[in-house]
């Protein structure tokens, strides 16, 4: 993909589209840049690529927002068109999706790397053809013994963790607000824990 001065940076949650999964675990990704687009004024009102998308200006530089509408599954087929079609290099795009492996409340940010066993991240480096972008886990932590993992990352997260999620969705966004404004490392050195 060629380089683009013009180009907005793009900033994907994934998740799952409609209301009844609007809560879970498997949901995140969307609950973060939601979260974002909500601190900046922005709105989720325009629609391409099978993705709802805000866009506008997050600390001074040019940013889509997107959540892709194709499930979690098939993510690839929503992120690879927009990238294109914004002429968003790679490493001006950033992933945001959960990470059972990680533990509730925390947040790691990496410059590239695999799918880890995630799905929606396999689609879209298969659709991509690359590994070489930004991406942001949410830890949701391990199901408790003898959940199957596929049942737990659609569960709502419970009472208890509902102010745990809240803090680490504020702390995801202001880690995406680093990474558009200082670049990937300054973000992994101030929010990587």
Wanted: proline share 7%.
């Amino acid at each position: 993909m060629r380089r683009s001065a013009s180009a907005p940076k793009l900033v994907v949650g994934l998740g799952n589209p409609g209301r009844q999964y609007a809560q879970h675990r498997h949901n995140v990704g969307f609950q973060v840049v939601e979260a974002l687009a909500e601190a900046h004024g922005l709105e989720f009102d325009k629609l391409k690529h099978k993705a709802r998308m805000a866009v506008g200006r997050i600390v001074d530089q040019r940013v889509v927002l997107a959540k892709p509408l194709t499930y979690m599954n098939k993510s690839g087929e929503s992120v690879s068109p927009l990238a294109h079609w914004y002429k968003t290099p790679l490493d001006q795009m950033l992933v945001v999706y959960d990470d059972l492996d990680i533990p509730l409340g925390t947040v790691r940010l990496r410059p590239r790397g695999g799918s880890g066993g995630h799905r929606g991240m396999r689609s879209i480096i298969q659709q991509l053809g690359a590994e070489d972008f930004p991406r942001l886990r949410v830890g949701i932590d391990r199901p408790p013994a003898g959940w199957d993992p596929a049942d737990y990352v659609l569960s709502p997260f419970t009472e208890d963790e509902v102010p745990v999620v809240v803090d680490v969705r504020e702390r995801a966004a202001a880690a995406i607000e680093c990474w558009l404004q200082e670049g990937v490392d300054a973000a992994m050195t101030r929010f990587n824990q």
